[in-house]
């Protein structure tokens, strides 16, 4: 690992930054009257001036199954509050990092849509366009909710508190849960209530968060939206089949065939293709190496970087991943399909449990990188098919090295890439 590295803590950056706002958006968010980690949200007024624009949600499902592993501090059933977060508190900062490294983990082990995965992602690092933060970036006149008119649209109110969104909550049994959760953000509070529920319920709750936001978009933004019910049903459904699934047979047979070819192949139109691969030294530093690639075959960049690391095999290669996935984020790829000739990478990558192990952790991270675009794919490809990437791995010649061209690609790499259209 690098020496800022800490396992169970992403250390993808374009991932720190949104989790560190969370806390910051959180301490400025707080009113005078409201204190770190006492949640202090009202429950929304009545008699909004919109009317509700959803129907009867009675299949929603009955009161949620309970977490049996968090115990109740007061034998009544109410849970401990989670430790004060505060800023500047270098310990409780620390804590804060744990907890939500463990909503991560929680989060990343149910068995939803990956679209289910990512919506949770935008919601907690608090990247929805809610009236607020549109407000305050002068993108609309007001901050004030569309559908009650009488609160500021945040987060926390379009999907949690809002009087319409309310009632589905209340209906689908979460409401109670929802009123006690504690937490100084809005992810400690996602996280809280959680932890809280069984496996089953988790994904249920999520896709009920999805489904709001959802219905509040196209009630806001369609001529003709369709009715609410179609969408909640719809989405439960969805998740429900994704679950059959993801217990199958059939998508364990998946994991199994995912043995790659022995030569590269184009990726699709429109998408690219980012090859990874990591050359341990045997000096106690590893080579990391990442090419980009169109349909075409033509070579977009090549990232190579070389660190001091004692890291397993399998390790050093879903480093060599992420570094790809990073150097294609800064590039501003949106379509991508990875791949490796690790085929234990490529089956933990898709295979939704977790190892708590620093390789797991990697795939973690992997997985969270992944999630960043707006589609993306893992295979896996034999040696043969990935020379490209094999050679810039190699191509560092000292430690703390890092090399990202966009043009201008050395002969022997451009002489690789043409043998594997041949
Ligand atoms: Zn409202």
């Known amino acids: 690992m690098d020496p800022g590295c800490h396992p169970g803590v992403c250390c993808n950056p374009s991932i720190q930054a949104p989790l560190v706002n969370w806390l910051q958006d959180g301490i400025a968010a707080l009113g005078p009257d409201c204190h770190p980690g006492v949640w202090c949200a009202g429950v929304p007024k009545k008699g909004g001036r919109h009317p509700n624009p959803l129907g009867s949600i009675g299949y929603l499902g009955a009161t949620p199954a309970r977490s049996s592993l968090v115990t109740s501090s007061d034998g009544i059933g109410r849970p401990n509050p989670p ?158 089949d994704y679950r059959a699934y993801a217990n199958s047979e059939l998508y364990k047979s998946r994991l199994v065939s995912d043995v790659g070819g022995n030569s590269w192949t184009p990726p699709r139109a429109g998408t690219f293709k980012i090859n990874t691969d990591a050359h341990l030294m045997g000096n106690g530093e590893v080579g990391l190496g990442a090419v980009a690639r169109d349909m075409a075959g033509t070579i977009i960049w090549v990232g190579s970087k070389r660190v001091l690391a004692e890291w397993e095999v399998e390790v050093a290669e879903a480093r060599a991943a992420i570094f790809g996935l990073e150097v294609a984020l800064a590039r501003g790829m949106a379509n991508i399909t990875l791949e490796s000739d690790a085929l234990n990478l490529v089956k933990a990558v898709k295979n939704p449990e977790i190892a708590r192990t620093p390789f797991g952790l990697c795939v973690e991270d992997l997985r969270i990188s992944l999630n960043l675009f707006s589609s993306s794919n893992v295979s896996h490809v034999k040696r043969g098919g990935n020379t490209v990437a094999h050679f810039i791995a190699r191509m560092c010649e000292t430690e703390g090295d890092e090399i990202v061209l966009g043009s201008d690609f050395p002969q022997a790499i451009m002489a690789l890439a043409d043998l594997d259209l041949i």
């Open 83 to 240: 430790p004060l977060v505060l800023a500047g508190a270098s310990d409780s900062n620390n804590e804060a990092e744990d907890e939500r490294s463990a909503l991560w983990r929680l989060i990343w082990k149910l068995k939803v849509p990956p679209k289910l995965i990512h919506f949770t992602w935008r919601m907690c690092v608090n990247i929805l366009a809610v009236k607020k933060s549109l407000y305050s970036k002068h993108c609309c006149p007001s901050p004030r909710c569309s559908f009650c008119a009488e609160e500021e649209e945040d987060i926390d109110h379009a999907i949690f508190y809002c009087e319409w969104a309310r009632k589905w909550w209340e209906e689908s049994g979460f409401g109670e849960l929802i009123n006690e959760a504690v937490g100084e953000t809005w992810p400690d509070r996602v996280g809280w209530v959680l932890k809280h529920l069984e496996e089953d319920e988790r994904g249920r709750f999520l896709t009920i968060a999805w489904a709001i936001w959802t219905v509040r978009n196209q009630s806001l933004f369609e001529e003709s939206p369709p009715l609410p019910d179609f969408v909640f049903t719809g989405f439960t459904k969805m998740v429900a």
